[in-house]
């Protein structure tokens, strides 16, 4: 993981869907297409300013600039609590710290509470207004993305996700010696190539970039927004609900020469007993499934048991788990 990575990579255009903005018939077939080619689009007038972000950045490094046993030490057994994930477990240049909701305050509370041995309110507020502008997005994306399915879907089938639960990650991306040392055109990989075990993603990386989607062909393709915008992106649990016709795609980090990168990555999920199957309304007359019925929370066990130490990597993915070939 460690090793250069030596693709060549071009950038993508994704569709920027302006949520201030009623949507037009062609920005949401932009948007339907790109969910099913890419399952990348970016969003603007989100809500959430770049002083923001910043500020929340150097809040987060307080917490990062612990000495490394003393957040694992804080933050209890990964294993079971999964609020501090350290370097080593995805990549040896990230780590990465997890707010859940919807009490965002009190989680972000606990969290900075163990590590840094005394609360930071400042920190857990603006993770709080974080967490509800990315619940109140997510709904709307969810919204949006079931007109793409089809006229009327929203009506019908908003209520499937009634239930959906969000959490954050914080993301810490360093490597100060080994970056330094890589050639100017030379990268590594900051987080593996993977998919996401949400519905949907909402992504915000700082200015550094790095991230990138993976072609159906196999490319890697930089995804660079613009103008603070943020990044949404397609899980494996939509992929499946979806039948398909929304696509999980796998992605990654890559640094270059920099010192560090921060970004938070806001997952929006099923409840874990949930069962994932895909509506009749979306699979149609011809009941072609592409997914077996699953309950969530079995996949998130298998995600987890199958990749001991491996964080996200793909190889286990939902076709693995529950697709029908
Ligand atoms: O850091 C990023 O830009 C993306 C992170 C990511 O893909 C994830 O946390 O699943
Ligand atoms: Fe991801």
């Not at 302006?18 to 969003?43: H, V």
């Not at 990268?187 to 990386?205: K, R, W």
């Not at 993976?214 to 939509?238: A, F, H, Q, T, Y």
């Amino acid at each position: 993981m460690s090793c250069p990575v030596d693709d060549q990579t071009s950038s993508i255009d994704l569709p920027v869907w302006n949520t201030s903005k009623a949507l037009s018939p062609c920005c949401l077939s932009s948007l339907a297409f790109a969910c099913k080619e890419w399952g990348f689009f970016e969003i603007t007038n989100h809500g959430i300013s770049r002083d923001f972000c910043k500020k929340l950045n150097s809040l987060s490094r307080h917490i990062f600039m612990v000495p490394s046993q003393v957040k694992v030490r804080g933050a209890g057994p990964s294993s079971t609590l999964k609020t501090y994930t350290p370097h080593f477990i995805a990549s040896p240049f990230y780590e990465s710290l997890r707010v859940n909701g919807p009490d965002f305050f009190t989680s972000a509370q606990t969290s900075s509470q163990a590590i840094l041995k005394q609360s930071n309110p400042e920190f857990s507020e603006m993770i709080s207004e974080y967490g509800s502008k990315m619940t109140d997005l997510s709904t709307r994306i969810i919204e949006m993305l079931l007109m793409c399915l089809g006229d009327g879907l929203k009506k019908q089938l908003l209520s499937e996700f009634r239930h959906c639960h969000g959490y954050l990650r914080i993301n810490n991306y360093t490597s100060e010696s080994i970056i330094k040392s890589l050639e100017e055109e030379e990268e590594v990989e900051g987080l593996g190539m993977h998919t996401d075990m949400s519905c949907i993603t909402i992504v915000y990386q700082d200015e550094i970039g790095g991230l990138q989607v993976r072609s159906k062909e196999g490319k890697w393709m930089d995804i660079n927004p613009r103008n603070g915008n943020l990044v949404v992106n397609i899980g494996d649990l939509m992929q499946a609900w979806s039948n398909g016709k929304f696509r999980s795609s796998e992605h990654r980090v890559v640094l270059r020469q920099c010192s560090s990168r921060f970004s938070i990555a806001f997952f929006w999920c099923f409840e874990d007993k949930k069962t994932i199957f895909a509506p009749s309304p979306i699979v149609g007359d011809e009941n072609l499934r592409l997914y077996r019925p699953f309950l969530c929370a079995d996949y998130l066990k298998f995600r987890e048991n199958r990749e001991i130490g491996k964080f996200e990597k793909v190889g286990f993915t939902v076709q693995h788990f529950a697709g029908i070939k």
